[in-house]
């Protein structure tokens, strides 16, 4: 089993539309996640950050998590064709020195 | 804001040459790290370095040496450049503990 997992998609919505991204790890100790965007031929971007359960909101954004069942997920709200991106889930043990990323969702939102 | 810089954003090298890649932070981060990115495969990190001259491989270190004399410099050196590591080249930075990590812009390297 992967220590992050993620549906690679491709994953189409339409504009407008909300697009939902879902990641499982496998580490019951991790604490902290993260989800960054990654446009075609350029470096990954963090774009939400979240430490505890429930949700947290940034504009379009809401990232939630559920630490018992081991799943982190990003909404995005009225989707737009700027969206269309690879998202990476990460995730961080306590202890540890680094992140681990999944392989990441493909998101085209048509116009 | 955090600002990772990269040496180049293309290169290309001739295989059997000796290669410097070069990344620059200028948050103080304690954390630095390497990674190759490659269509189908994710990110995968080649080292990271928690401390000027400290370094710890990765899960693909083989062909790859790192040096980290100065905090804010973190270079990954390809010592005789080989066709299979074309790819895109990511340096990261955070801090310890680690919570973000930040990217720098990617260096996509050639070898021919």
């Known amino acids: 089993q992967k220590e992050v997992e993620q549906n690679s998609g491709p994953l189409s919505v339409p504009e407008g539309a909300i697009a939902s991204l879902n990641c499982t790890y496998s580490?019951?100790?991790?604490?902290?996640f993260f989800w960054y965007r990654q446009y075609s031929g350029k470096s990954p971007e963090l774009i939400m950050s979240?430490?505890?359960?429930g949700d947290k909101e940034d504009g379009r954004f809401t990232a939630q998590l559920n630490k018992a069942s081991q799943y982190v997920s990003l909404l995005i709200r009225d989707s737009q064709p700027s969206d269309s991106a690879t998202y990476l889930c990460?995730?961080?043990?306590?202890?540890?020195?680094?992140?681990?990323f999944g392989s990441g969702t493909q998101l085209t939102v048509l116009p | 804001d955090v600002k990772v810089t990269q040496s180049s954003r293309y290169l290309v090298k001739r295989t059997g040459e000796k290669v410097f890649l070069e990344c620059v932070q200028d948050?103080?981060?304690?954390?630095m790290f390497w990674y190759r990115q490659d269509p189908g495969l994710g990110l995968r990190l080649i080292y990271f370095s928690y401390d000027v001259k400290m370094k710890e491989k990765g899960d693909i270190p083989e062909g790859y040496s790192v040096s980290r004399e100065k905090k804010e410099r973190f270079s990954l050196i390809l010592e005789s450049a080989s066709t299979n590591q074309t790819s895109m080249y990511l340096c990261a930075s955070s801090r310890i503990p680690v919570r973000e990590q930040y990217f720098g812009p990617g260096t996509r390297l050639t070898v021919t």
């Open positions: 979240i430490y505890s359960n």
């Open positions: 948050m103080d981060h304690e954390n």
């Open positions: 990460a995730v961080n043990r306590g202890s540890a020195r680094q992140l681990t």
């Open positions: 580490d019951r100790v991790s604490q902290s």
